[in-house]
């Protein structure tokens, strides 16, 4: 043994042994750093399923436990804990309490319509943003290029999966998939089938140890691409009894997924939606060859419209740009600047609220010395 290296205390030891039952979870060695202090503080690690009201499933090294949210309640709904984090459960009292959550390493934030706030984060920690696109029907790369932006933007490596490839024949296949690689710069392009198998292994591979999100319109393939990743009968949909006992009903689906090979899958019923939005970053990456050309454009303030030197012109006069391509770019840019704007618009309207609260209790305080009373 070399001659500085330090011996594992018997903490550091039993910690490693914990975690290490939580790797089917996800669990890796860099969180052993992030998690130490609180190990030390006697809390225990574990793996968020799902969230329910003030309460929470999550995944421990001993198995499930229900723990109240309480102590980590926050006004800022992105600091919400969420089905994914990573969280230092106190199990000395009853009920459990989650004490704090580990940094977020990803987030699908979904934008929210409450006053406060912009999003909501409806995934935590996801390595692979899996997009399901359907071949039953024709093949919308303006909607695959929708969900790459969202799935960029939340820091997640995206994925395309072309599922049902049974429907397609096989020259038809190559040229879909050629089609969609080159809309989609960065991101592997997988051909599936829940019918003949084609592909499955090759996901599952890529999928296994990590974790993973399947976003995608209704019809996709979602679920029978998660029962095939299980290697079981379709998801039961289950009802469970709040733990206050009144009688009201949750009914939830499974959310955080064990795979066999190890890793999770994260389905939650609010990220299948493309509800979520706002993704500027996101639609850079989708459209990372267009960002370049403009880059070489003469002027640095081009607006790609008639000005000489412009290189996303030179490039979509000689093809090597699709007309398609530039199209849906723009569109992608105004839809998320419009989103913007209401954000914007939002908070300076929250903004000039305060300034009014502030003044008023300012003249009132004023009037208050003047008159000699108390301001309320
Ligand atoms: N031929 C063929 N059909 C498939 C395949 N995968 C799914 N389907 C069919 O496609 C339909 C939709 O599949 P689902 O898995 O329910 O789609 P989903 O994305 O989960 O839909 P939502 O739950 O509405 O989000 C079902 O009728 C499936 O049987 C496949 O690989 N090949
Ligand atoms: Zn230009």
């Known amino acids: ?128 943003a899996v997009v399901a696109v359907s071949l039953a029907a024709e093949l919308d790369l303006g909607r695959v290029e929708r969900f790459l932006a969202l799935a960029w933007e939340s820091g997640a490596q995206p994925l395309v999966v072309l599922t049902k490839s049974d429907l397609v024949p096989d020259p038809a296949l190559g040229h879909l998939l050629a089609d969609t690689e080159a809309a989609a710069p960065g991101v592997q392009v997988l051909a599936v089938s829940a019918v003949t198998g084609e592909g499955l292994d090759v996901l599952a591979a890529i999928l296994s140890g990590t974790t993973s999100v399947l976003l995608g319109q209704s019809g996709a393939g979602k679920s029978t691409l998660v029962n095939a990743l299980l290697g079981e009968e379709p998801q039961q949909v289950r009802a469970i009894r709040d733990a206050d006992g009144k009688g009201r009903h949750t009914t939830t689906t499974r959310d955080l997924l064990p795979l066999p090979g190890g890793g999770v899958l994260i389905d939650t019923p609010g990220l299948r939606g493309v509800g979520m939005w706002d993704a500027e970053s996101g639609v850079a990456q989708v459209f990372a060859e267009i960002e370049e050309l403009a880059r070489e454009c003469r002027f640095h303030d081009c607006a790609h419209t008639a000005e000489p030197g412009c290189a996303v012109l030179g490039a979509l006069e000689d093809g090597t740009l699709p007309q398609r391509r530039w199209e849906s770019y723009l569109k992608l840019l105004r839809e998320n600047a419009r989103i913007a704007a209401r954000t914007d618009a939002r908070l300076h309207a929250e903004r000039r609220r305060e300034w009014k609260r502030r003044a008023a209790s300012g003249r009132a305080s004023a009037e208050a010395k003047r008159g000699g009373r108390t301001p309320r």
Not at 15 to 44: K, Q, R
Not at 50 to 63: E, F, I, P
Not at 64 to 89: F, Q
């Open 1 to 128: 043994m070399p001659r500085h290296s330090i011996q594992p205390t018997r903490s550091c030891r039993r910690l490693t042994l914990l975690n290490s039952s939580l790797s089917g979870y996800g669990w890796h060695s860099t969180l052993d750093t992030a998690f130490a202090p609180y190990a030390a503080e006697g809390l225990v690690p574990a793996r968020i399923v799902r969230v329910y009201g003030d309460l929470c499933d999550a995944a421990t090294a001993s198995g499930p436990v229900r723990a109240g949210i309480a102590p980590i309640t926050s006004s800022d709904p992105l600091k919400w804990v969420c089905t994914g984090d990573w969280a230092a459960l106190d199990l000395g009292g009853d009920p459990f309490l989650v004490r704090a959550l580990l940094p977020r390493s990803t987030a699908i934030v979904r934008n929210t319509s409450t006053r406060r706030s912009e999003g909501q984060v409806l995934a935590a920690n996801v390595d692979h």
